[in-house]
């Protein structure tokens, strides 16, 4: 599945159904947090399902009294499915494949909603014509945002019956404006913005935001909407908040009850009706009963909790990346930033990961230079969608990057070893869209303060560099950088399929290559060495399979 199980204890909160009997099968459901835990925040990367606390106040859309509440679930709720979970056969009449919530889940017969279907795998909430507010655990790449489908309408109009679902309420996912599920600067954050493949107004109406970036209060009331365990919109407005972590403001806990599938679901105040959070983690779904399973119920002061992360961060993050171009969402925020001048926006599609139709800036570095380049992990730095870097040197390729600082964005570090120009190219991963900011930072480095040396060698049968070899020691430090390769590293050359290894002070392999990017058969790697790792290294020359070949090693340590 597209969401795999994170930590030790917790699960995502998406209503995958095979994926959540799987779990109970091969692992068992994810268990409560241990009461001594109180409300401490969950481990990052940490998701887990959710609960019922005290009375089960989940209503059907039509069966809410809150009128503003139904209009929310009617125009600006979205079920998160993947294309295979729905038939759009006729497209004036779409329907939803898979089993029945009492099916799925194996429910005993006293339980409610068992005759609902289960084709969601999270929730979201139109927060502009074309933009949804989601978890961030929800759409992680852009792989996943392509083969993500946003389904209005999927909701009970009156007992028995599901709204009409057609075409038009269906809309792709075409960029991922802006996402986080990690812990930035001391705060816990799982959010993402997702773009649309079209405006979805004027059919559907985005629910207004809350704008301020304070806490909201120990009590307060909470209405959440959304796809729990993957069924149609239910409405929950018996929830009320428990810690508003108020020293960070990056979630509040509250006891809204809900299931996995509701991850992404909007959660607002009823005092205002705007979102003020999406909801995120909480405790375990499901408890067996006998030979069949019964919602997890807990008193309205037990238990953990939901988590559910603050509004503000996920439409700060979004106008930042759009440079506060939504009316709607960014009017009243400070202006983003102007990008350092040591940068470049770009936007690009179909680069084949950075091999083509790539926005490029050439630039010149000094040797020893210590140069940083990203789309993320330099300040500054932005990125919208799945972006991918690579920097070039005279001889071809020297770096590249996909994903790094734990997204989608990219981040190269490389030590110049000869005075020149590079070329920074900035694509997309395989034929996708992206754009951002790319920057770059120079630390100057003593040109010749390093180490160089090379070495000859003749070749033969050396089943890939693993017997038979030519070696050469050489001492390193940590955090030097030792490239080495018969091409790219000035001096450097071979006849023959070369394939070079690089083994450490312990004797286990750390590094190797065959065919180094843009080299032909000739060979290039490049190691950084580890805090504590420093030592005597062993570069071990060969060639490919049981060819015989022949060069020069250049190898460089700065």
């Keep these: 599945m597209r969401h795999p199980r994170y930590g030790r204890t917790a699960r995502p909160l998406v209503g995958a159904v095979l994926w959540t009997l799987t779990l109970a099968a091969g692992c068992g459901p994810a268990e409560e947090l241990d009461a001594a835990q109180g409300t401490q925040a969950p481990e990052l990367g940490q998701k887990q399902s959710e609960v019922v606390y005290g009375t089960d106040n989940r209503q059907d859309v039509y069966a809410h009294p809150d009128a503003t509440l139904r209009l929310r679930a009617q125009q600006a709720t979205v079920a998160l499915m993947n294309p295979s979970d729905f038939n759009a056969t006729n497209p004036n009449n779409v329907t939803f494949n898979g089993s029945n ?23 979201g909430t139109l927060i502009d014509d074309d933009l949804v507010l989601t978890a961030g655990h929800c759409v992680t790449s852009a792989t996943d945002c392509t083969n993500t489908r946003l389904v209005f309408n999927y909701y009970r109009p009156a007992a028995g019956t599901l709204q009409p679902v057609t075409t ?20 816990n954050l799982d959010f993402a913005v997702l773009r649309l493949d079209r405006s979805a107004a004027p059919r559907f109406t985005p629910a207004p935001v809350r704008t301020g970036n304070t806490a909201l209060a120990v009590g307060q009331n909470v209405a959440v909407i959304g796809s729990g365990s993957g069924i149609p919109f239910k409405i929950d407005s018996g929830g009320s908040v428990r810690d508003t972590r ?3 403001l990056d979630y509040f806990i509250a006891t809204t009850d809900t299931f996995g599938g509701n991850s992404g679901s909007g959660v607002y105040e009823t005092n205002g009706y705007t979102v003020a959070g999406i909801l995120v983690r909480g ?14 119920v807990c008193t309205e002061t037990g238990c953990r909790g939901e988590d559910v992360t603050y509004v503000f961060p996920a439409i700060r993050a ?3 990346a759009m440079n506060n171009s939504s009316a709607r969402l960014c009017t009243g925020l400070p202006p983003p930033p102007p990008p350092p001048a040591n940068s470049y926006a770009y936007t690009a599609t179909n680069t084949n990961s950075a091999q083509q139709n790539t926005v490029d800036k050439t630039l010149t570095f000094a040797a020893g230079d210590v140069v940083e380049v990203g789309t993320c992990g330099v300040d500054g730095a932005t990125v919208d969608g799945d972006s991918f870097l690579r920097l070039n040197g005279a001889a071809g390729e020297v770096a590249s990057n996909d994903d790094s600082c734990g997204g989608r964005g990219s981040y190269i570090k ?3 070893p000869a005075a020149g120009s590079f070329t920074i190219r900035g694509g997309c991963y395989s034929s996708g869209s992206c754009g951002g900011t790319v920057v770059w930072k120079v ?15 003749s070749a033969s049968n050396t089943n890939s560099a693993q017997q038979n070899t030519v070696n ?62 420093g030592g005597s290294y062993q570069i071990r020359a060969g060639c490919y399979s049981s060819n015989s070949c022949s060069g020069t090693v250049a190898y460089t340590l700065q």
């Design 472 to 533: 050469q020691s050489v001492t390193a430090a940590a955090g030097q950088v030792i490239r080495l390769g018969t091409c790219t590293v000035a001096g450097g050359s071979g006849t023959g399929d070369t394939y070079l290894r690089l083994y450490g002070p312990s004797g286990t392999q750390v590094a190797f290559n065959d065919d180094g990017s843009g080299c032909g058969t000739l060979s290039y790697l490049t190691y950084t060495v580890p805090a504590g790792a």
């Design 283 to 296: 405790e375990t779904d499901y408890v067996t009963s006998g030979s069949c399973r019964v919602v997890n």
């Design 101 to 123: 919530l009492g099916t799925s889940y194996n429910l005993c017969t006293t339980e409610r909603f068992r005759d609902d279907p289960t084709a969601a795998f999270c929730s």
């Design 318 to 320: 979004a106008c930042t």
């Design 246 to 248: 108020s020293g960070t």
């Design 443 to 457: 630390t100057p480095g003593t040109p010749g303060g390093g180490t160089s040396g090379s070495f000859n060698f």
């Design 414 to 416: 490389y030590t110049v």
């Design 168 to 187: 038009a309420d269906i809309f792709s996912c075409v960029s991922i404006v802006a996402r986080q599920q990690a812990t930035v600067n001391g705060q």
